[in-house]
C-alpha cells in the first residue's frame, strides 16, 4: 500500500489497541508501580500512588488482570493479602513504559524551559 493511500481506523489501529489498555490516568502508573516493586500489595500501591481512591484503585487493577497485564495472588491469612506482578505478557509493556518515561522527562524539561 502506498503511504499516501494509508487508512487509519480506530478499531484496528495496534497504538489504540495499547492505549485502551495503558490509557486513562491510572493504568500506566500502576503497571510501572508494579514494575518498580514487584510484587506490590494493595495497600503499599494506595499509598505510593497518590490522589487514586481505594475504588478506583480496585477497578483499575481488575482491569489489568483481565487484560492480562498482572496477576493478582491471594494468600489465605489474616489480614487478608493479595500481591500483584505483571504475567509474562505484561512485562513486555516494560520498555513501553520506560521509553514512556523518558519520553515524559523530556517533555517535562521542554515545557519548563518555555516558561
Known sequence: MNENNLVFNEKTC??????QVIGGKWKAILINAI??????RFGEL????????????TSQLRELEDDGI??????????PKV???????GLTLSPIILSMAEWGRKYKFNQAQKK
Open 14 to 19: 495496534p497504538v489504540t489497541a495499547t492505549m
Open 35 to 40: 514494575y518498580q516493586t514487584s510484587p506490590a
Open 46 to 57: 494506595k499509598r505510593s500512588v497518590t490522589g487514586i481512591t481505594q475504588s478506583m484503585l
Open 70 to 79: 498482572i496477576n493478582r495472588k491471594v494468600y489465605a491469612e489474616i489480614p
Open 83 to 89: 500481591e500483584y506482578t505483571l504475567t509474562e505478557f
